[in-house]
C-alpha cells in the first residue's frame, strides 16, 4: 500500500496521451493529472501504476495540447513494464468545426521493446459535436514514423534491422460526455494506424470514467489497450492495462464553449 501511495504522489506532481481536453472550450488553460494503479499481494505479486499529465491552451485562433503518460509494472520484483509516451499536438483555427493541427509523438516502451520511436505529421479534424456536455471530434493524419528496437528478430517482418522507418496513415474518434447531471464523465480515445508500406498496423485506445468528489477532483477508472501486428519476436501482440486512481482537473467548473463557425 505505501509503494502504491507513494507512486500516486508522484504522478500527481510531476508535470510533463488519448482521450484528450476540449480545444473548443473558452477557458485557456485546461489541465488534467491522472494517477490510477492497482497492488496485488500473496500468492502474485503485482504492482501496477499509471499515470496522465494534460495541459492545453486556447488562443482565439490557435491551440495547443500536450500530454505525457507513464505506466509501471513490477511482478515478483522484476520490472516488465516502464513506458513513458509523449504527445503534442498544434491546433489552428480550433474553433471552427473543420480545422489543421501538427502531431509530434514521442515513445519509450520496456514492455514492447523500444528503445525510442517517434512520429510526426500534419492531419486534420472535423469536430461533430462540442457544447458543456458534449464533445466528439474524428480526424486523420499523414505521419512518419521511426522505431528503434531492442532486437533485430521481428514477427509479421521480415527486415533484419533494428531500426524500421515508415509513413502511417492515422485516424481517430475522441470524444467525452458529462452524464447524470455532471455526476459522471467518460472520456475515450481510438485510433487506427496502418502502414502505407508493408503490412504493419497498430490500434490504440483509451477509456476513463472519472466520478467527480470535488470541484477539481474525481475518482477515476482507466482502460488502456494497444495493439501491433509488428513485434519483437516473442512478445505478445496486445497489451491491456486496466487501473484505478484519481483525477485533479479544472474541466469541471462551469464553463462555455464558443459558438462554432461554420466552414
Known amino acids: 500500500m505505501y509503494r502504491l501511495l507513494a507512486a500516486f504522489a508522484l504522478l500527481l506532481v510531476s508535470s510533463p496521451l488519448f482521450a484528450q481536453l476540449n480545444e473548443a472550450d473558452t477557458t485557456h488553460w485546461q489541465y488534467r493529472l491522472t494517477a490510477t494503479g492497482i497492488i496485488l499481494g500473496g500468492n502474485l505479486n503485482d504492482f501496477v501504476a499509471s499515470g496522465r499529465a494534460e495541459l492545453a491552451h486556447n488562443a482565439p485562433q490557435w491551440g495547443v495540447f500536450s500530454g505525457t503518460s507513464y505506466a509501471y509494472k513490477n511482478r515478483e520484483h522484476e520490472v516488465i513494464a516502464d513506458d513513458i509516451t509523449s504527445r503534442t499536438i498544434l491546433y489552428y483555427g480550433q474553433r471552427r468545426r473543420v480545422y489543421p493541427f501538427l502531431l ?119 482502460l488502456e489497450y494497444i495493439y501491433e501486428n509488428v513485434v519483437l519476436a516473442n512478445r505478445s501482440t496486445y497489451d491491456l492495462l486496466l487501473t484505478f486512481g484519481m483525477t485533479i482537473t479544472n474541466i469541471f467548473r462551469h464553463v462555455k464553449v464558443e459558438e462554432i463557425e461554420e466552414d
Open 104 to 222: 509530434a509523438t514521442a515513445v519509450k516502451s520496456l514492455r514492447r521493446g523500444i528503445d525510442f520511436q517517434y512520429q510526426v505529421g500534419p492531419g486534420l479534424s472535423y469536430r461533430l459535436l462540442a457544447d458543456r456536455h458534449n464533445f466528439l471530434r474524428i480526424g486523420g493524419a499523414i505521419t512518419y514514423e521511426s522505431s528503434r528496437y531492442e532486437g533485430t528478430a521481428f514477427d509479421n517482418y521480415t527486415g533484419m534491422g533494428h531500426v524500421i522507418n515508415k509513413t502511417r496513415l492515422l485516424t481517430f474518434v475522441a470524444g467525452s460526455q458529462v452524464l447524470q447531471g455532471g455526476r459522471l464523465r467518460l472520456v475515450y480515445e481510438l485510433n487506427w494506424q496502418p502502414s502505407l508500406q508493408t503490412n504493419n498496423t497498430r490500434i490504440v485506445g483509451l477509456a476513463g470514467v472519472e466520478l467527480p468528489v470535488g470541484r477539481y477532483v474525481a475518482l477515476r477508472g482507466n
